[in-house]
């Protein structure tokens, strides 16, 4: 087994620069009481919650509205992210999959905490968890209906586990009633959790 855990080291090494140097100010500047830690959670929130899923929202609310880069998507994820010009370097070999009425996807790493942070933003503190990562693939249906989600009986659900080669963003089913919208009304909806396969666009 010793080759399966050289294969997931990455965790420790592959924190971004960004993610390492927004640790390190936190640390600092908590221990020196420059700033209050409920300030901190809400520069982090604005990382995990803001910063990040907004580039993969607007994938998704692009992949909606424009058919060709849809087709660009699901067919290499990575090379049409790069084409939006907002994302640095998205995980090497992004892949989206695309939920439809027959089939819902969740992303789950069971090994590692590979996460494509630079569309969805930073992991949410359970994504990590040992129950999710071993639940999710036993138990898919019961990890979502624990989040508030629940599926037609006849939804297949696929469970992705992420590598440190393969990352993957969920495109989510449009919800009915956006007709017309411009891709920053839809980017407004799609959630980080939609974009794991956790969670669903907020209804209009």
């Known amino acids: 087994m010793a080759h399966d855990h050289h294969d997931h080291d990455h965790e420790h090494s592959e ?23 409920k300030a901190l959670d809400a520069i982090v929130e604005a990382y995990e919650t803001k910063i990040g899923p907004r580039n993969g929202a607007a994938v998704v609310a692009k992949a909606w509205t424009d058919p060709a880069f849809k087709a660009a998507l699901l067919e290499d994820a990575s090379k049409a992210v790069a084409t939006l010009g ?6 090497d070999h992004l892949v989206a999959v695309e939920n439809t009425p027959a089939t819902h996807n969740m992303v789950v790493c069971t090994l590692c905490s590979c996460y494509p942070w630079e569309v969805l933003g930073l992991p949410p503190i359970w994504y990590k968890s040992a129950p999710y990562r071993s639940r999710v693939v036993k138990d898919p249906r019961g990890v979502l209906a624990d989040f508030g989600m629940t599926l037609p009986k006849e939804t297949e659900i696929r469970v992705w586990d992420s590598t440190a080669e393969t990352r993957f963003i969920v495109l989510p089913m449009r919800p009915a009633g956006t007709d017309g919208w411009s891709e920053e009304q839809l980017a407004e909806i799609v959630t980080r959790d939609s974009m794991i396969g956790t969670g669903q666009p907020k209804k209009p």
């Open 86 to 91: 907002h994302v640095s370097r998205v995980g």
């Open 15 to 37: 924190l971004s620069d960004t993610q390492l140097r927004v640790r390190a100010l936190e640390t600092v500047l908590s221990e020196k009481g420059y700033i209050d830690p």
